[in-house]
């Protein structure tokens, strides 16, 4: 059955097919607009698969049953938005302590609370990165496309599971529910990642211990290790520990362990940022009105530039950093009252270097006010 | 406002583990301190209210005090309700000057502190009371488990190590038995005052080597008339005494450690309830040959 | 119940032993809890490297970490939800849940309800001591009218949990209540939901010495166990023959079996039935 490759597709949709590619075959989930149709379109395809969808009784069980499946050493996936990603916070972060792969998509509402369900938000931003208690490593990837939604859910897996972290995937209701023409990769050229498990000695196993590379082997139930998982601080043997020298140690393992891998983390859209002197900064639709408005400025004149952070978090700073150098504004552009400028602007250390244009109205910002801000900014630029 | 500077507060550091009262010991002496009109700050860590989780209370007395925290180097008188514990925070002791008062009784620690490789050795501290108490200005180790034990209740060797700690303080012994009074549930006044005096009369009746710790054995077997053994893994046991009370033949007891041994061999009959009902997995019945009885 | 019949089980060979002795309290009844499971274990011949145990928190979360096999201690009131994606995933896994009265029935109480309701293959051990032990003695949902704990210092004034009755209600495959003090008798109730194909709720009545009991001045860890005899009764005694004036008694014995189909299987014969092979 030979059929065309070339389809107009959801967002949400392409998130669920691109899971399956990667080779997720298990899904919790509780339904929640505007992520729903993710688990509705998971639900039809993973029994294709040989997969499982469970729809769980709510947002933390789901979260909790992902878990559950990637401990039983199958790739699992979860998808919310605001008050249930919210909810998951606390199992969340027991992925990350415990080094569980697993992907988490948050469509991203208006908030706080119920807030704005159906319409678009960036308010999410510092919640994928702190939501958790405690200090913890993470990974956010944010696409702004549906075609970069289909590619960043195979990476969001493939991160997930060599890095041995939970990986979120950020997105907006707007590119949520965009459906655009794309061409879907044949499956056979589409990399995917396994995570490392462990196959060594079972006596002695250490379960936690550094391999060299940050990133311990994992050890999956059945293969006789019969090793401890617990979200208590945990030493190499993988049991609790609160002695000061032993936490010490993990703990900057389990903090640091993205450090070497940052080649493979960072990742970054850079538009006419060679002389740009008013650099926008911006994800999600917000960066595709960004877009548009930088090469209109440039149409007009003005040397406007674009830096899209596709990883979030680790945010690539030492790229932005480059990218910003000659800049004499960072322009920072998102659907919130202003979080992604607290990371610029700590990047940026320069008092009034940094604009922001915000709003959360669940209303996008368009083309048009990006490019008035840019003007005004512009010292060289034409009214 | 009193100078800190010239006249500084005193330091006493009271560490344990869960559920042996160390709490209980910092309130005692705090609200004594109280009484006596003079400023006092406790700051704890505890909450895991389990066997083996780290306990410690500082408190701090003295006409004036700025800082809950002692700081370290600093303590004048260490109690100690568990000898590793102790061991562990010897450093916080002034080095020539402090005194240090400790149960020898060994609580060994949970997984928290235990090497799980395998073969690895118990991490358990090695060093002796004696060999410890050459490292401390006044040193004070007794086997307070032991001495609360004779006095019917394990569990009131805090009020025995608080009547140790009374002889280091200048607090008339009034004080202490009123407030203590205070502290105990009333039914258990009177085995706490005499606890309180077992104290006092280890201290005062003058100096003496330092005890040696009770380590608990690895297991004692005991062959019974008809053939099995029982064995008692007293590392594990708790003294809980349900074996005790629950053997049909009523052929176990706790031992002058509040250990279980098999008292009565010639009444065993090998039924296991002791084993079964063991909370602590102490408790094993063994054929003649020391297998697990098929 | 079985008869004092000797076997050769030897807990040992299921334990972590270098992880010994465990830190529950003296006369804890968590431990006996722990070995009737073990013992269950062993009568089923599961072998260890196909066990796997998952705990929540508190002090029954607290007892998996000493079992040698796959163990996992999740988070507070979660233990079901994350045994259930495991279950799905693993179906080739004998999987178990430890949780406890605070645990299942409080933090998780939803949780226990829709695993009842799904049926999924797994065995959950309720540890019952009527206390948040961990946390130094809190009232818990299944702690008795009048009882003093830290929370409830003029005694307690809400009314108890009973959690078979819950379980059954929403539809639990297989439900049963042993105690601790008739260690054979629970060891044979976890076996059975251990053969039981989908979700078996199993609770064992434990005791909190250390803390419940000297709130409540119930005296040593002996009479604390020698006591829960008392508030039972054997379901196969009948309603009223036996002990007519305790008719608030709770049951104990197998309390319900419900032969539904089990969710795994379920879902497997749902899908293939849609999709043409």
Redesign the interface.
Known sequence: MHMSTRQNLQGNHACALAAIAAGC??Y?GYPITPSSEIAERMSLEL??VGG?F?Q???E???????????????K?MTATSGPGFSLKQ??LG?AAMTEIPCVIVNVMRGGPSTGLPTRPAQGDIMQTRWGTHGDHPIIVLTPSSVREIYAQTIRAFNLSEVLRTPVILLYDETIGHLVETVDLPDPATIERADRKWATGPR??F?PYADPGDGIPAM?R????????????THAE???????PADVDRVMHRLLGKFDQHRDLIDSFEALHTDDAEVLVVAIGIAARAAGRAVRQARAAGMRAGLFRPVTLWPFPEDSFREHAARASTVLVVEMNAGQLSLEIERLCAQPGKVARLTRFTGEPIGPAEILATIQERARHGHA | MADTETSPPTNVLIVGVGGQGVIMVSKVLAALCQLHGLQVKQSEVHGMAKRGGSVFSHVRFGAQVWSPIIPHGETDILVALEWSEGLRWLDAMRRDSGTFIADTQQIVPPIAFRDRRPGARSGYAPQSPAAVLEMVGTGFALDATRVAAGLGNTRIANTVLLGALSTALPFPVEGWISVLRDFVPPHTVAVNLKAFQAGRDWVESGSRPAEEAARPAGARVAVAARGHRLEITEAWCKGCDICVKMCPERCLRLDERGLAELANPAACTGCRVCEWLCPDFAVRVLDGLGQPVA | MDTLSLDTFDIRAYLREDLLPHFMCPGCGHGIALRALLWAVHERGIPKDRLAVVCGIGCSGRVGAYIDANTYHTTHGRPLAFATGLALARPDLEVVVITGDGDCLAIGGNHLIHACRRNLNMTCLMLNNEIYGMTGGQVSPTTGGGRLTSTTPYGNAEPTFDACALAIAAGAGFVGRGMTLQLPALKTLIGEGLAHPGFSFIEAISDCTEIFGRKNDLGSAPEIILRQKSGMRPDTYGNIVDRPFQAKAMRIGVLGRNDRPEYGAAYRAAVAARIAP
């Not at chain 1, 139930?221 to 208590?232: F, I």
């Not at chain 1, 043997?237 to 002695?243: S, V």
């Open positions: 075959r298990f919790g029994p294709r499982v469970i769980m009784e709510d933390i069980a789901s979260m909790g049953a992902v878990i559950g499946a990637s401990m039983g050493g199958v699992a606390e199992n027991y006596e002695g250490r050890a139930p059945g293969d006789g290790y019969r090793s401890h998982t617990t979200g208590l043997h993988g049991f609790p520990t609160q002695n």
